[in-house]
């Protein structure tokens, strides 16, 4: 969402803002209604971006898209050689020891939540926590999922990646498991802050993570009354079993968090069905699901601290 402060802006119109660019696809004024010009003072939502801006960044308009790719390649780079540090790898379970033995000074983050509101929230409370033994740097904050850039820059930056609200695909934690890059999912602040705050302190108790059972996409929804909204999947990987947590995605944002109420396998009831079949899905007290949308099945265990 932009505000037009000087100058008019066109639908086609390329444009920069901050290190993404794109071609206007659409103008949608508050209404939602589409306009083929936005002037000085009018509020408009834009489609057609290349990623999504921080709130702040400087818009322009530019004579054609690539001069618009090239400003936006440059920012890239210039952003990218800030990012980069260390090379080694740090984990949030062995930050203490390594304190101790005075290998740390600096914790690195990457921070990815579904809204910019959550990461300055994020970045202003962590920032509050270095000392004089550690210093907490955010090395990159973005909106949207944890993507393979985020994993890369991890690897070389030597971070530990923040996912507020947030889930990667099955590949990217398949990547990052290789690359031995610690990421850590919350949903609630003072939960991130208190982790962040009792591994410099040596005081980690017993943790509980999700295990991811399986992977579905939706194709198609269906009504069933007094019942609500079916999902129609194609399980792409794992299984999902009856009973089970399972999290819906909507292009890699959390949408909702529940439990599988329903799976069908077309008329009969089943325990579990594997990858690679088609199924029926219903999700407990919620309807609001949508074709593409992504469906993870998954189990919560605790970790308990190993001591030496």
Not at 81 to 93: F, H, I, N, V
Not at 191 to 211: H, P, Q, W, Y
Request: hydrophobic share 35%; charged share 30%; glycine share 8%.
């Amino acid at each position: 969402t932009v505000l037009i402060q000087e100058g008019t802006l066109h639908a086609g119109d390329p444009v920069v803002c901050g290190i993404h660019y794109g071609k206007i696809r659409a103008l949608l004024n508050d209404r939602g209604l589409q306009e083929k010009e936005a002037g000085p003072s009018m509020p408009v939502e834009l489609i057609g971006m290349s990623g999504v801006p921080h709130a702040g960044d400087e818009f322009i308009s530019v004579a054609d898209e690539k001069d618009a790719k090239q400003i936006s390649l440059h920012r890239s780079q210039k952003q990218r050689s800030m990012d980069l540090a260390k090379t080694s790898r740090l984990s949030l379970d062995g930050l203490f020891e390594q304190l101790q033995e005075g290998e740390v000074k600096d914790l690195n983050l990457i921070l990815k939540a579904d809204v910019h509101g959550s990461i300055e929230a994020l970045k202003e409370s962590l920032s509050n926590l270095s000392n004089e033994e550690v210093k907490i740097n955010v090395v990159h904050s973005a909106t949207g999922t944890i993507t393979e850039s985020d994993i890369t820059l991890a690897t070389v930056s030597n971070a530990i990646i923040v996912g507020f609200n947030v889930r990667p695909s099955s590949k990217i934690q398949e990547f990052a498991v290789e690359e031995h890059v610690d990421i850590r999912y919350h949903n609630v602040i003072y939960d991130v802050i208190k982790e962040i705050r009792d591994a410099m302190l040596g005081l980690m108790s017993s943790t509980f993570e999700d295990r991811t059972l399986g992977w579905a996409e939706v194709r198609d929804t269906f009504h069933v009354p007094r019942i609500g909204t079916i999902a129609g999947c194609y399980v792409t990987d794992g299984k999902f079993e009856r009973g089970e947590k399972v999290r819906l995605l909507r292009d890699g944002i959390v949408i909702y968090n529940g439990k599988i109420s329903s799976l069908r396998r077309f008329k009969d009831d089943v325990k579990e069905v594997q990858s690679g079949y088609e199924c029926g899905i219903g999700v407990e007290n919620f309807n609001d699901i949508k074709v593409n949308d992504t469906l993870e099945c998954y189990y919560t265990e605790e970790i308990k601290p190993e001591l030496d």
